[in-house]
């Protein structure tokens, strides 16, 4: 088995009476890139503080890389590269003198610093503008020399807290590409923290989704839905006459078919398949006549705007 390389149990965050982290458990293992997705305000930057050792719990416990990080916040600082969403770099300087300062203060010597920084900047593609002041870099490029200054201490474990925020696209691309880059070649594990589902799709091998300090669902994307909404992955909306008892036990009766409710002249039922084509013969066999029927299929992505922005998304069929 892969070892645990971060490893939160029962971790609990309380400000004054508000809890903004409930009894989270998480493992993460060597090598991964786990996306951490959730709305604003659900707890994801505290839960980062506290695996930095930045926060105390208010119980529960937090090691990565085996060592507690309350206990031990600097050492847990060696091992952990941190990339808050807005790095602050010296304006006044260039790209390469930001990274030769970082790996001075890391206590490389000149020489080595320097080396070391051309390298990481050729990394994330900035060898070209190593002598432009930061002051003058886009927000993407300021993202990717953030990157740079994270990798300077060779740590094992990078945590990135929404790494593309104020990106446009094709800069999105970049960064996530090169985050992918980074955990292969480098063998990082990566935290990733976002509200933007489809970025963690892209690149995330698990991700845990949290809402309200408490962590709802964790898997790969495949098994994620079926975790939500393991029961009513589809519902189907029949508008139909009449409604009989006869036809309302023959549906009821279909593989799949977990619920029905029916208001007025529409039958609602809740599925894990798509069964709408079996039901609207169902319907015409048994007599009624069958005027709409609306299937809405919640996919990871229709869970999630559902979930957090209250959204739904319909396929309608009229007949
Ligand atoms: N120092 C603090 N004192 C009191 N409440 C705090 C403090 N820091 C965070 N909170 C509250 O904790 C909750 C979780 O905040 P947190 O920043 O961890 O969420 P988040 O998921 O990272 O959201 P965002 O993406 O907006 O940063 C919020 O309700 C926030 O107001």
Redesign the pocket.
């Known amino acids: 088995m892969t070892e645990a390389i971060i490893k939160i149990e029962n971790l609990t965050?309380q400000?004054?009476d508000?809890i903004?982290?409930e009894q989270l458990s998480l493992s993460i293992k060597k090598g991964e890139i786990f996306g951490?997705l959730?709305?604003?305000?659900?707890?994801?930057?505290?839960?980062?503080?506290m695996l930095l050792g930045l926060?105390e719990p208010t119980a529960g416990r937090v090691y990565v890389c085996g060592i507690d990080s309350t206990r031990n916040p600097i050492e847990v600082k060696q091992k952990v590269g941190y990339l808050p969403?807005d790095v602050g770099f010296y304006s006044n300087m260039t790209g390469l003198e930001n990274l030769v300062y970082t790996a001075r203060l890391n206590g490389l010597e000149k020489n080595e610093a320097e080396k070391r920084a051309r390298y990481l900047l050729t990394k994330v593609n900035l060898i070209d503008v190593a002598h432009k002041k930061a002051g003058k870099y886009s927000r993407g490029m300021r993202q990717r020399l953030g990157l740079a200054d994270v990798l300077i201490k060779n740590p094992e474990v990078i945590i990135l807290?929404?790494p593309t925020l104020g990106i446009d696209p094709e800069g999105v691309r970049d960064i996530l590409q090169l985050i992918k880059q980074l955990n292969r070649e480098e063998q990082i594990t990566v935290l990733l923290?976002s509200?933007h589902l489809h970025q963690v799709q892209q690149i995330c091998d698990r991700v845990g989704i949290?809402v309200s300090?408490k962590l709802i669902a964790e898997g790969n994307m495949d098994t994620l839905a079926r975790k939500l909404f393991l029961q009513d992955t589809f519902t189907i909306h029949v508008k139909c006459h009449p409604i009989s008892e006869k036809l309302r036990v023959a549906v009821k009766q279909l593989p799949y078919v977990n619920k029905i409710e029916i208001e007025d002249d529409t039958m609602i039922i809740y599925s894990k398949e798509d069964v709408s084509a079996q039901i609207s013969h169902m319907v015409i066999e048994l007599g009624s006549r069958l005027y709409e029927i609306q299937k809405k299929n919640f996919g990871l992505d229709e869970i999630y705007h559902r979930y957090f922005e209250g959204r739904e998304s319909d396929e309608v069929k009229h007949l």
């Open positions: 965050k400000y004054d508000q903004v982290v951490l959730g709305p604003n305000g659900a707890g994801k930057t505290t839960t980062i503080l926060s969403d807290d929404e923290s509200h949290f300090g």
